[in-house]
């Protein structure tokens, strides 16, 4: 059962800047932290949540959210396992707790974080 744990969350000012880290363990079968296609997700309340940021297992290719497109910048490091996303110029709506997913490639067996909370105030 592979496991994800999110930290970095916290209280930022408007414009400011947090980086959030993804920490996954628990890999079997022989699949590894390569294996997943990784992703962050965040929701705020009362809204569904909603894709940020994606990257592939090489990182030769990202995706962003329109909404954060040349603020936060995802990237993974496959020798510590762990996936980041830097968050800057922050804005009260990007507001919401941040969840962390992985998804195997060939099992497509998927995974999400307990999130962590993101707030920015005005």
């Known amino acids: 059962q592979v496991q994800l744990v999110e930290s970095g969350g916290g209280l930022v000012q408007f414009g400011g800047s947090l980086r959030l880290s993804c920490a996954a363990s628990?890999?079997?079968?022989?699949?590894?932290?390569?294996?997943?296609?990784m992703s962050w997700y965040r929701q705020a309340p009362g809204k569904e949540r909603e894709l940020v940021a994606a990257?592939?297992?090489?990182?030769?290719?990202?995706n962003y959210a329109d909404a954060v497109k040349g603020r936060f910048t995802i990237s993974r490091d496959n020798v510590e396992n762990t996936v980041y996303l830097q968050m800057n110029n922050l804005k009260p709506e990007d507001t919401a707790v941040y969840f962390c997913?992985?998804?195997?490639?060939?099992?497509?067996?998927?995974?999400w974080g307990q999130g962590t909370q993101v707030t920015v105030s005005s």
């Open positions: 990257i592939v297992s090489t990182s030769s290719t990202t």
């Open positions: 997913y992985a998804i195997n490639y060939f099992t497509k067996s998927d995974y």
């Open positions: 628990g890999f079997t079968s022989g699949f590894t932290f390569s294996s997943y296609a």
